[in-house]
């Protein structure tokens, strides 16, 4: 016979079980009774049951134990008396009651003096607990005490709603059944500070709680088989070896909390056993999660994909078991200022980390005696001393951001000590990024991914950055830390090491932008150096880019190795590249080099098919004379100066629809209808756009082609671009013209018009962004603004290439450090609504309230050279946080640096740093392509 489990919810059962106590208690009225005679007869048959007096077993009684049959329902109500199994202070019965068919335990009286179990609950009985105590005490000897308040056994059931079970060697002994808590408490269940549980599970045993505490005992749950399950409100707390103890079954812990056990752990799991934390709050406990071994050296496994263990001595301990996180928090886990781990890996424990936080600790993740750590992923945060330190063990990275205030990875000088690299990991520390002691140092793995740079320091010259790969030796992946070091590449077999560092060049020209036109024969660049300090050589390497940037993929241009280099020649109108010198002092002692790269060289060619033209003159069709190269750019000529056509013309319509694009804001398009002005009086006139009506008078004019018109303003959110809105004129009450029209018919007339390829493009990249828009935020996405076109250069954004922006973070937290700051610089949010912008976000330290931190953004911080308004600072529903709105953007100044100002230094925001880590590392793929599609909208609007 398959065995069907009851495990439905606790809440569905215990309302069952009430249910079905409401209807048989009415079949008949209460039966009181006073002895033991009458309660043995009362317990045989359905109904309630009161006390009427103290019941006590004697030794010749000679009926027996308490009995409720298989099939019997009963109540019974303690009515404040006590049932006692012993005669004088001897136990002369092994079970006070036993529970075969289905009994209900109420009132507040006490069962009590067995000297096996109170209640067994076997054959499929089942017990329910609203009220009363199971109370084991028979002696004030600790040892002294009932097996088990409560035992269940072959299939039976045990619900403790409320009540009391307390002072057992175990409060509830799981042989065989299964048990659920949702209130109620079991105290004191223990009989040394080693032994003892709240509840014990056996052999098939299932357990539950959602409710009531557990507290006073050896462990507060014991799992040598059988499974455990803690949600909802429920504590575990005040037990002197650990709240959660698995030895063999498996536990899962979904909520609840596990707190003060500030000798013992939280949850303890070996031997086999199994823990998967999703949910709840582990703290205030010597270890929050310890994973160890038995005497046979059997370990248990821990996963934690949610959660919280905060304010622990240690968050995890592994002793030869294995913990993965791929979720959930690590926080605040230290002993003192200076012990206190977030994870410490022992023993030849293995940890993993694809998700979660570590924050808050003296130290992030400790490895030691033959550890093992892999990071993949997750944040490891606001350490004091080192986010990993490596004492003795491996740890491979290859993901995640180790970002703290200490040494973000400290590798000791034990031998067996093991420090992988590879991906895109982000290792940032006040101290040192990486800190490689004497004769350590880093192996790679695979690519490093990663656009920024990693600090090594090392204690002695001659510490190696070492490879798996001898030819691995990019110069854009490592920098030194250490002013005395530098990182330099092994003339022998081409690896990099760390080595007393060669003085650094200094770079007194740099190189300077250059304009040439088509047809070129002669172009260069050069740097000017100081000369070398003694010892020292100077080398150069010239590099290109396709982007503006030192470290986004160059590459080394071949032969380029003098301080002066020719632009090759044939390149065409139009084209744009990016050359920078890197400029290499090396010691000729010991072939160490110390590279600086010099400011980046903007080289564009440039070329113009002259026509008869002035300066730019409207005509009626939209049209205007320009000087045009030959890849299609307009151009406006002086006599002496080239000036390129910003403006897109569209034709003269009677009413249309426009856009103006130094109004577009990030997220929204201010939409124009152009209404001609009229010949009579225009005060009568009128315009609905959009359900927004305005009078003639409230309006903007526009001159087009010679030709007044009114200009009507209505706001199109992005991802309502394919929107059709409706449009009449009026005189006074006359309707004297409507119709429908919507931003993509506009973009539509222009990109399938006769206009230059600018304006086209620049309209396709604008329905690429409504597009995107509308599939990130589930808008009307029958209706792409982008559907039904041919891809043009504007149209594609999958190959947009968001420049490698970063914000300089640690440098502004640093000085915050240094200012003694109560708040430090978390990240940022790009807003975009109608009023579109950059929220910084601001972390308080401990002590700081969001109204000091506000009042000293306010005295402190400046935006582009000016104070923060009060309007501009928000406090974050989370009290942890408080944000600083910027100004509003528009699509021409999205790309544009604003000034964060702070003790005389100045920092950059960019939206472009955001949009750069939302395509890099956010992992949401709609949000990348929108940040995509609105850089490449920004792109065509400002070629």
Request: aromatic share 8%.
């Amino acid at each position: 016979m398959t065995r069907r489990k009851l495990l439905l919810t606790p809440a569905l059962i215990v309302a069952q079980i009430l249910m079905l106590f409401m209807v048989s208690a009415s079949v008949s009225a209460a039966t009181s009774v006073s002895s033991w005679k009458e309660l043995t007869d009362a317990l045989l048959n359905d109904g309630e049951i009161i006390l009427g007096s103290d019941i006590t077993l004697g030794s010749n009684a000679g009926w027996g134990d308490l009995k409720v049959p298989a099939g019997k329902y009963v109540t019974l109500d303690l009515n404040g008396k006590t049932i006692k199994a012993n005669n004088g202070g001897q136990s002369i019965k092994q079970v006070a009651i036993t529970v075969k068919g289905t009994l209900t335990i109420t009132g507040s009286g006490k069962i009590t003096g067995s000297s096996g179990n109170l209640v067994t609950v076997d054959n499929k009985g089942m017990l329910i607990i609203p009220g009363g105590t199971l109370d084991g005490t028979k002696t004030t000897n600790m040892t002294d005490k009932t097996a088990n308040g409560v035992y269940v056994n072959n299939g039976g059931t045990c619900t403790v709603i409320g009540g009391t079970i307390a002072n057992n060697k175990n409060g509830v002994n799981l042989a065989g059944g299964t048990f659920y808590m949702t209130g109620g408490t079991l105290e004191n269940n223990m009989v040394s500070y080693s032994s003892g549980s709240g509840i014990s599970i056996n052999g098939v045993g299932e357990a539950e709680i959602s409710g009531g505490t557990i507290t006073g005992s050896a462990f507060g749950v014991s799992v040598p088989n059988g499974t455990f399950k803690m949600s909802g409100g429920s504590v575990i707390t005040n037990c002197g070896s650990a709240g959660v103890n698995v030895t063999g079954g498996t536990a899962k812990i979904e909520g609840g909390t596990i707190t003060a056990n500030p000798n013992g752990k939280g949850i303890q799991v070996t031997n086999n056993g199994s823990v998967d934390v999703s949910g709840g709050v582990i703290t205030g406990n010597r270890d929050g999660i310890y994973v160890g071994y038995n005497d046979q050296k059997a370990a248990g496994r821990c996963t934690m994909s949610g959660g919280t263990v905060q304010g622990n001595g240690n968050g995890v301990w592994i002793a030869k078991g294995t913990f993965s996180m791929t979720g959930g928090t690590l926080e605040d886990n230290k002993v003192s200022e200076d012990s206190g781990n977030g994870i410490y890996v022992n023993e030849n424990g293995t940890a993993s980390m694809s998700g979660g936080t570590i924050s808050g600790s003296v130290y992030g993740v400790t490895v030691n005696n033959g550890g093992d750590l892999t990071m993949t992923d997750g944040d490891i945060t606001d350490f004091t001393i080192y986010g990993i330190n490596i004492a003795n063990g491996k740890v491979a990275v290859s993901g995640g951001t180790i970002s703290g205030t200490g040494t973000a990875v400290n590798v000791c000088p034990d031998q067996a000590n093991r420090f992988e690299l590879s991906g895109a990991p982000v290792i940032s520390g006040t101290n040192h990024d990486v800190f490689l002691n004497s004769n350590k140092y880093i192996t790679i793995t695979g690519e490093m991914s990663n656009e920024q740079p990693i600090g090594v320091a090392g204690v002695v010259p001659g510490t190696i950055t070492n490879s798996q790969n001898t030819n691995y030796n990019d110069p854009f992946k490592f920098k030194s830390t250490n002013a005395e070091y530098a990182i330099g590449k092994n003339a022998v077999d081409g690896q990099l090491f760390l080595g007393i560092a060669p003085a650094e060049p200094d770079i007194t020209e740099q190189p300077r932008d250059l304009i040439l036109n088509e047809g070129y024969t002669d172009g260069s660049i050069s740097v000017t150096v100081a000369e070398a300090a003694e010892g020292n050589t100077i080398t150069y390497q010239w590099y290109s880019n396709t982007v503006n940037s030192h470290s986004q993929r160059p590459i080394a241009i071949s032969d380029a190795t003098d301080a002066t280099y020719n632009i090759p020649t044939g390149r065409t109108a139009g084209s744009t590249v990016y050359y920078f010198c890197g400029v290499t002092s090396k010691r000729d002692d010991n072939s160490l080099e110390t590279t600086v790269f010099s400011d980046i060289s903007e080289v564009t060619v440039v070329g113009y098919t002259r026509h008869e033209a002035v300066p730019p003159t409207y005509y009626k069709d939209g049209s205007i004379e320009y000087y045009e190269d030959s890849e299609g750019n307009k151009y406006t000529f002086d006599g002496s100066v080239y000036t390129p056509v910003e403006d897109v013309t569209v034709p003269k319509l009677t009413i249309y629809v426009n856009v103006d694009t130094d109004e577009v804001s990030s997220s929204s398009v201010t939409a124009n209808i152009c209404i001609p002005l009229p010949d009579s009086d225009p005060s009568g006139y009128s315009f609905t756009f959009g359900g927004v009506t305005k009078a003639a008078s409230e309006c903007a004019t526009i001159e087009i082609g010679g030709t007044t018109y009114y200009k009507m303003k209505v706001v199109s959110n992005a991802k309502e671009m394919s929107a059709e809105r409706a449009y009449a004129v009026y005189n006074g009450e006359d309707k004297l013209a409507e119709g429908m029209t919507s931003v993509r018919e506009y973009a539509m007339t222009v990109i399938n018009g006769e206009y230059d390829t600018k304006a086209q493009d620049a309209c396709r990249a604008m329905l690429s962004y409504g597009a995107a828009a509308q599939t990130f935020f589930g808008y009307d996405t029958d209706h792409l603004a982008d559907a039904g076109l041919e891809t043009g250069t504007g149209l594609d954004y999958s190959q947009a290439d968001i420049p490698a922006l970063t914000f300089a973070k640690e440098q502004l937290n640093a000085k915050l450090a240094a200012e003694n700051a109560p708040i430090r610089y978390s990240g940022m949010t790009l807003i975009l609504k109608d009023d579109t912008y950059i929220s910084l976000a601001f972390k308080l330290n401990k002590g700081c309230t969001q109204e000091q931190a506000a009042a000293y953004l306010k005295e402190n911080f400046r935006l582009d050279g000016e104070g923060i308004p009060d309007e501009d600072i928000a406090p974050n529903s989370n009290t942890k946080f408080i944000t600083v709105k910027t100004k509003g953007l528009t699509i021409g100044s999205l790309m544009d640096d604003i000034d964060l100002t702070f003790a005389g230094e100045t920092y950059e925001v960019n939206v472009g740093q955001y949009m750069y880590w939302a395509v890099k590392s956010s992992g949401d793929t709609a949000l990348g392509n929108v940040c995509k599609a609105l850089y490449n909208y920004w792109s065509y609007i400002n070629k």
